[in-house]
């Protein structure tokens, strides 16, 4: 019984944003990018935007953020947290559409369980 109420609840959830014109954006493989927890901004192909606000703080350079299930790897450069920031360089070319979900490998993500 725990098991299937287990399977039940959705984990915690992080979502890229909005993108300029609603168009997706290409990453290039070895260019950098910000990442930013304003999830008001629109995001191009420089600065992309993260629902996650505590982003910058939980995670350190080294670090890796995969979007679209695993289809764009980006590797964490430097974090502000002042900011909101994090900077980082993509490591393959792929197109990014909007609120594509994101993974956050080895963190532990302080976000509650959805219902």
Same mark, same amino acid.
């Given at each position: 019984? $725990?098991? *299937?109420?287990?399977? *039940?609840?959705?984990?915690?959830?992080?979502?890229? %944003?909005?993108?300029?014109?609603?168009? &997706?954006?290409?990453?290039?493989? %070895?260019?950098? @990018?910000? $990442? *930013?927890?304003?999830?008001?901004?629109?995001?191009?192909?420089?600065? @992309?935007?993260? *629902?996650?606000?505590?982003? &910058? $703080?939980?995670?350190?350079?080294?670090?890796? @953020?995969?979007?679209?299930? %695993?289809? @764009?790897?980006?590797?964490?450069?430097?974090?502000?947290?002042?900011?909101?920031?994090?900077?980082?360089?993509?490591?393959?070319?792929?197109?990014?559409?909007?609120?594509?979900?994101?993974?956050?490998?080895?963190? $532990?993500?302080?976000? &509650?369980?959805?219902?």
């Amino acid at each position: 019984m $725990v098991d *299937s109420l287990m399977r *039940s609840f959705k984990g915690p959830e992080i979502r890229t %944003g909005f993108l300029k014109d609603g168009k &997706p954006v290409q990453l290039k493989k %070895g260019e950098e @990018i910000t $990442v *930013s927890t304003d999830y008001d901004l629109k995001g191009d192909g420089k600065t @992309i935007t993260m *629902s996650y606000k505590k982003l &910058p $703080v939980d995670l350190k350079p080294g670090n890796f @953020i995969l979007y679209a299930v %695993g289809t @764009i790897t980006l590797t964490v450069l430097s974090c502000d947290q002042a900011a909101g920031t994090v900077r980082c360089c993509c490591e393959n070319t792929a197109m990014l559409g909007e609120r594509k979900n994101v993974n956050l490998l080895g963190i $532990v993500v302080d976000l &509650p369980l959805i219902y």
